[in-house]
T-cell receptor, first 115, second 110 residues
Framework: DQQVKQNSPSLSVQEGRISILNCDYT??????FLWYKKYPAEGPTFLIS?????DKNEDGRFTVFLNKSAKHLSLHIVPSQPGDSAVYFC??????????????FGQGTILTVHP | DADVTQTPRNRITKTGKRIMLECSQT?????MYWYRQDPGLGLRLIYY???????NKGEISDGYSVSRQAQAKFSLSLESAIPNQTALYFC?????????FGSGTRLTVV
């Protein structure tokens, strides 16, 4: 049972345009959501996060939107740059009981930004 | 030095062999995790530990075991390696507001 889903395995965008990466979740006990970025031969690194009490969080070119009623979040990158080419993982934090703090990750989306 | 160090970085082993992957962290966190990455499947949790005396199975623990030797050290063992355990393995530490990951161990079982 995949509780966090990224349905797009890959996304290709032209430099300067907007990249939109999507993520859906099913567990209502998730209270915090994160995006991680991964380059080849490196571990995932934290990019941006959002609490379930908010619907938007911005950090420079990166904005995360949360729609709790739809159990959907998205990451917008504007403008996209070739250096943004990487695998992006969505993650959700479990607020329930003994699992508190555990992160569940999606399958990842490979973003390619063309010059 | 990296916050989370994994050794080895790459390993090729034969089917049936026992292998240990090691992880150490300097972040001072109590919580440590082992994940496995496979193409199209994302990062899946193998085992996690909330402190030295607390070990929990993740979603894909069969065929794996762990040892939490100290707050800073968490090792993953494959008791009898099989080819479908070929994957990229990541250790992480963190308190839930974000994990810090190691650079990964690429394991190939032939």
């Amino acid at each position: 049972d995949q509780q966090v889903k990224q349905n797009s395995p890959s996304l290709s965008v032209q430099e300067g345009r907007i990249s939109i990466l999507n993520c859906d979740y099913t567990n209502s006990m998730f209270d915090y959501f994160l995006w991680y970025k991964k380059y080849p031969a490196e571990g995932p690194t934290f990019l941006i996060s959002i609490s379930s009490i908010k619907d938007k969080n911005e950090d420079g070119r990166f904005t995360v939107f949360l729609n709790k009623s739809a159990k959907h979040l998205s990451l917008h990158i504007v403008p996209s740059q070739p250096g943004d080419s990487a695998v992006y993982f969505c993650a959700a934090r479990d607020a329930g009981g003994t699992s508190y703090g555990k992160l569940t990750f999606g399958q990842g989306t490979i973003l390619t930004v063309h010059p | 030095d990296a916050d989370v160090t994994q050794t080895p970085r790459n390993r090729i082993t034969k089917t049936g062999k026992r292998i240990m992957l090691e992880c150490s962290q300097t972040k001072g966190h109590d919580r440590m995790y082992w994940y496995r990455q496979d193409p199209g499947l994302g990062l899946r949790l193998i085992y996690y530990s909330f402190d030295v005396k607390d070990i929990n199975k993740g979603e894909i623990s069969d065929g794996y075991s762990v040892s939490r030797q100290a707050q800073a050290k968490f090792s993953l063992s494959l008791e009898s390696a099989i080819p479908n355990q070929t994957a990229l393995y990541f250790c992480a530490t963190g308190q839930g507001y974000g994990y810090t990951f190691g650079s990964g161990t690429r394991l190939t079982v032939v």
